[in-house]
């Protein structure tokens, strides 16, 4: 009697809806609310080293391991051609949509332009701000992003 009680709370207790869900650990890059999946930052086992310049930022991107380093070199690439977010949706998905200006990636591509170069270990993305004014909100975003990713 005594087990088939144990059985009976057990079941009712798996079944109850209000039973608090455990904190999910933090995501891997590809599984945070909004994916990253199109952010080399993000790749485990990559470094990224920021560097302001008078039109905006370098960020250097390397991984030791020679299939995260092509990773980078893809998304690098995946970078320099998308353009401007789509403003039309007001809502960021991680998709390249919404306002541009919310987001984790230190790739920036609101009022910016971004190219890169392949170097050792990975990729130098070049992101330039298309106003000279913008330059220090550029380079205090950036730095602010690439401080959270390396905080996780």
């Keep these: ?3 088939l009680l ?4 057990l079941v009712l207790a798996s079944c109850a809806s209000t039973q608090p869900r455990p904190e999910a650990p933090p995501p ?3 599984q945070l609310a909004h994916g990253m999946r199109n952010c080399p930052s993000a ?3 990559v470094k990224t080293n920021l560097t302001n310049t008078p039109e905006g930022v370098d960020l250097q991107i390397t991984a ?3 299939a995260v380093r092509q990773q980078v070199l893809e998304l690098a690439n995946i970078q320099a051609h998308m353009g401007q977010p789509n ?3 007001m809502v960021h998905t991680g998709m390249h949509g919404g306002p541009g200006d919310v987001g984790r990636c230190p790739i920036v591509h609101t009022a910016t ?3 890169f170069t ?3 270990d990975g990729a130098q993305i070049h992101v330039r701000a298309t106003v000279p004014a913008d330059v220090p909100r550029l380079q205090a975003m950036v730095a602010d992003r690439v401080a959270r990713l390396a905080a996780r």
């Excluded at 144990?6 to 709370?9: D, G, I, N, R, T």
């Design 28 to 30: 891997a890059q590809g």
């Design 64 to 66: 030791t391991d020679p």
């Design 6 to 9: 144990l059985f009976a709370s």
């Design 87 to 89: 403003k039309s949706e």
């Design 113 to 115: 332009t971004v190219t």
């Design 43 to 45: 790749l485990a086992g």
């Design 118 to 120: 392949v170097v050792p």
């Design 1 to 3: 009697m005594r087990h």
